[in-house]
């Protein structure tokens, strides 16, 4: 590989993984876990999976996926709506754009990194490294927004030219869909909001069981349902009764998706966004359930992807609820064979 000619395509879902952990130091707070969560919404492997497909239906079949796993599908401007950095989406696609060469068109996979990557490359462990830091840097300096707010949606914004290809990119049309201005709250204001709880009034000592809420799209003030300390996400999920059969997928009850509430069914994975530390600490068969499905490899005591059937909360928590479920692991090889039972 010659660093002139370097394109995405040269890059494989582990060095995309990689990447992403090293510039997580890099990214503002308000953004770190977001652009995880993303990471694992939109997984590499899938997208490549359908994009070989001869039978995309019988694909879909075979992994059981309810719902839209594909950024192509309507969600290129769309699907990081709960990134802080997602109001920058216009400046990311104007500054990925305008690192796509000439030659471009009908080559999805040539992305040329620019003199300061270029002159960088022997420094790094990895060219993909440096592209996304020019990109944010681009973004930075046209926002004039501090680069560790961009940082993860210029990730995003190269791995969705990478997952949808050259045309999808150029057709979108690079709008944010946040009605939220850069002269909004600040990041810190948002970690502020994620981290606080609810007040439980002034004879709230008395109350033997606290009320909180999980909030479930930032974006919206009422998107929201109460949860009494040590409730199962999905239970306080379907005490909330407003229609969510509107929803790309199935088996809804409650804004969570969920069939079984036993973490057999797949349908109730969540991102934590806020509160985290709120939550109950993974057990060995949630762990187990989570590589079988093939959503995320264990590392951490509470990950930032739950089953929210199998997740207590005793605070205010931030959700963000993925588009899409089914069974990932059918792509990737002996994804659970070491997992111990």
Known sequence: MTVPDAGLLQFSAPDWSSTLDALLPEMH???????RIWHAFYPLALADAYAAATDAAALTRRLRIDG?????????????????????????????????????????DVMPLGPAEAGHYRD???????????????????????????????????????QVGADAFHASTGASVTTAAPAGPSPDAVVARRARDDGQGLLGFL??????????????????????????????????????THGPRRFQEGPIPAQCRSATCSTCWVGGLGG?????????????????????????????????????????????????????SRLLPDPIRQIPR
């Not at 707070?29 to 652009?35: G, H, L, N, P, S």
Request: proline share 4%.
């Open 29 to 35: 707070v308000v953004d770190r876990d977001a652009t």
């Open 68 to 108: 839209n796993p594909s950024l192509a599908a309507g969600q290129t401007d769309a699907s990081h709506g709960f990134l802080y950095g997602h109001r920058y989406w216009p400046q990311v696609k104007a500054a990925v754009l305008a690192r796509l060469g000439p030659a471009e068109a009908g080559h999805d």
């Open 124 to 162: 790094h462990a990895s060219p993909l490294i440096d592209l996304v830091r020019g990109v944010a840097a681009d973004v930075a300096a046209e926002a004039r927004a501090e680069t560790g707010l961009v940082t993860g949606i210029a990730f995003i914004g190269l791995m969705t030219l990478r």
């Open 207 to 244: 109350r033997t069981t606290r009320h909180y809420r999980v909030m479930f799209d930032e974006r919206r003030a009422d998107a929201a349902f109460p949860l009494l300390a040590g409730q199962h996400l999905t239970t306080a999920s379907a005490n909330d009764t407003r229609d969510y």
């Open 276 to 328: 985290r530390d709120k939550v109950s600490a993974i057990d060995a068969y949630e762990t187990r359930r989570l590589h079988e499905f093939g959503y995320i490899q264990v590392t951490d005591e509470r990950p930032f992807i739950r089953l929210a059937c199998q997740t207590r909360a005793a605070g205010n928590v931030t959700i963000v609820i993925p588009p899409w479920h089914g069974l990932l």
